[in-house]
C-alpha cells in the first residue's frame, strides 16, 4: 500500500477531541444564548454519545463555560430526540441505546 492510499482513508471511529477549548473572543453567533452556540454544544454532545464515550459534566462546563443547568437542558433535549441516557459515576454519563421512534413509542 502506498501513502497517497494511506493519506485518503477515513477513520470515523476516532475518538472526540480532548483538547482544551480556545480561548478568544467569540463572534456574536457563537455568543451563550445564541442558537448557534447551543447547536454546537447539542452536536458535541451527540457525537460523544454516539462514539460510546463517558461525558463528564466537568468537560462539558470546561468547554463551553455553561452552568450545570445547561448540561441538564441539552441532555434534555437529546433524551426528547431519542438518546437514553443515563449516569454511569458522578457527573459523568453514557449513551445505553438511540430510538429513532421515540415520538411513537
Do not use: N
Not at 26 to 52: K, S
Not at 56 to 67: A, C, L, P, T
Request: some cysteine; charged content about 25%.
Amino acid at each position: 500500500m502506498d501513502w497517497t492510499h494511506r493519506m485518503t482513508v477515513a477513520h470515523f471511529d476516532a475518538p472526540a477531541s480532548k483538547t482544551p477549548a480556545c480561548r478568544f473572543a467569540r463572534p456574536e453567533y457563537a455568543r451563550p444564548g445564541a442558537i448557534a452556540f447551543r447547536l454546537v454544544r447539542l452536536v458535541w454532545l451527540a457525537a460523544r454519545f454516539a462514539r460510546r464515550e463517558l461525558v463528564s459534566v466537568d468537560d462539558y462546563r470546561s468547554r463551553f463555560g455553561v452552568s450545570l443547568r445547561s448540561f441538564y437542558r441539552d441532555a434534555d433535549v437529546l433524551r426528547q430526540a431519542g438518546f437514553e441516557i443515563q449516569p454511569v459515576a458522578a457527573r459523568t454519563y453514557r449513551m445505553v441505546c438511540f430510538t429513532f421512534d421515540s415520538d411513537c413509542a
